[in-house]
């Protein structure tokens, strides 16, 4: 699924990686996006994830066989902006990528392309059950 095709995140999700990204601080917290329909709608947690203060990393060979969006992770600081270990990640996980940062609220994530270009990924109160 093309970035273009992804027209946005639903709240829940959103809530959702804020949480478990607050709660997991000051390690990271990394996943994979799921969509359906165009909306980012679940996050995978690939089994074997190692955390810490200064990085998250998937095993990316325990991915299941199936459609993937891209990724999120966490910064345990305000510092929201992709870096070259971030970059190398995306290259690698599909075309939309969320990081979260501290304080882990609706004003302190980002999208980002897979060449680490800003993306505005609208936030959708819809019910999974439409999607």
Do not use: Q
């Given at each position: 699924m093309?970035?273009?095709?992804?027209r946005?995140?639903?709240r829940?999700t959103?809530?959702?990686?804020?949480?478990v990204?607050?709660?997991?601080?000051p390690?990271?917290?990394?996943?994979?996006?799921?969509a359906?329909?165009?909306v980012?709608?679940e996050?995978v947690?690939l089994p074997?994830?190692?955390?810490?203060?200064?990085?998250?990393?998937?095993?990316?060979?325990m991915?299941?066989?199936?459609?993937?969006?891209?990724?999120?992770?966490s910064?345990?600081?305000?510092?929201?902006?992709p870096?070259?270990?971030d970059l190398?990640?995306?290259?690698?996980?599909?075309?939309?990528?969320?990081?979260?940062?501290f304080?882990y609220?609706?004003?302190?994530?980002?999208c980002?392309?897979v060449?680490?270009?800003?993306?505005?990924?609208?936030?959708?109160?819809?019910?999974?059950e439409d999607?």
């Open positions: 093309s970035i273009k095709e992804i946005g995140i639903a829940d959103l809530t959702f990686i804020l949480e990204s607050k709660s997991t601080a390690n990271e917290f990394a996943g994979l996006l799921r359906e329909n165009g980012i709608t996050v947690v074997g994830t190692e955390s810490s203060e200064v990085s998250a990393v998937m095993h990316l060979f991915m299941p066989t199936i459609s993937i969006a891209g990724s999120v992770h910064h345990p600081t305000p510092n929201v902006r870096s070259r270990h190398a990640l995306f290259a690698r996980t599909g075309n939309c990528h969320i990081i979260a940062g304080p609220d609706e004003r302190s994530w980002r980002y392309t060449n680490g270009s800003r993306k505005n990924l609208p936030v959708l109160d819809v019910d999974f999607v």
